[in-house]
């Protein structure tokens, strides 16, 4: 059974970090590209960033460009989000992802780890 | 960048009647790399559709995708109580895979 459990989340100060890890399980994590997506308070879901399978290649959206930084490490079937400087927008629920076997639509999402930037 | 238009925001309909929801695209889609999810509140996105019109494993028949270039819709046949929720499509042929603002389908 396919398993995304993120953590890391929590409160912090503006202009603050964090780091959150999504933790995988139940299939060959190093084969498959995988995603950050947020989702503000009562707001829709926005993309945040990707990486590939062995993370030579990321993207991110222009709203965390710069501050984020998306990383994986393939040994530990774990996936990163390192955000600094961060600012009140970006408080929400952020999800980990994975693409499918057969395309790169998100087939399979974590429950969600809470970040809220505040002082 | 392409930007998706989802409309309407909100449907009320009754359970029993047909829901459809639309996703325009503002350039045309690769592939027909759309994708719809539906989100309940408290919980994760779930997977319904991909490739336009291929359901995800698990997904009802009730639930159909169709469409091609810049318009896509999603069909749900029947509405059943448990498909009251927020629907979101989202494009997967070009970067960044954005996401549309939602449709929220709620009871009448």
């Known amino acids: 059974e396919v398993q995304l459990v993120e953590s890391g989340g929590g409160l912090v100060q503006p202009g603050g970090s964090l780091r959150l890890s999504c933790a995988a399980s139940g299939f060959t994590f190093s084969s498959y590209w995988m995603h950050w997506v947020r989702q503000a308070p009562g707001k829709g879901l926005v993309w945040v960033s990707r990486i590939n399978s062995d993370g030579s290649s990321t993207n991110y959206a222009d709203s965390v460009k710069g501050r984020f930084t998306v990383s994986r490490d393939n040994a530990k079937n774990t996936l990163y989000l390192q955000m600094n400087s961060l600012r009140a927008e970006d408080t929400a629920v952020y999800y980990c992802?994975?693409?499918?076997?057969?395309?790169?639509?998100?087939?399979?999402w974590g429950q969600g780890t809470p970040v809220t930037v505040s002082s | 960048e392409i930007v998706l238009t989802q409309s309407p925001g909100t449907l009320s309909l009754s359970p029993g009647e047909r829901a459809t929801l639309s996703c325009r695209a503002s350039?045309?889609?690769?592939?027909?790399?759309l994708a719809w999810y539906q989100q309940k509140p408290g919980q994760s996105p779930r997977l319904l559709i991909y490739g336009a019109s291929t359901r995800a494993t698990g997904i009802p028949d009730r639930f159909s995708g169709s469409g091609s270039g810049t318009d896509f819709t999603l069909t749900i046949g029947r509405l059943e109580p448990e498909d009251f929720a927020v629907y979101y499509c989202?494009?997967?042929?070009?970067?960044?895979?954005?996401f549309g603002q939602g449709t929220k389908v709620e009871i009448k």
């Open positions: 992802a994975r693409v499918g076997s057969y395309g790169l639509h998100l087939k399979y």
């Open positions: 350039q045309s889609v690769s592939r027909s790399y």
């Open positions: 989202q494009q997967y042929g070009s970067s960044p895979p954005q």
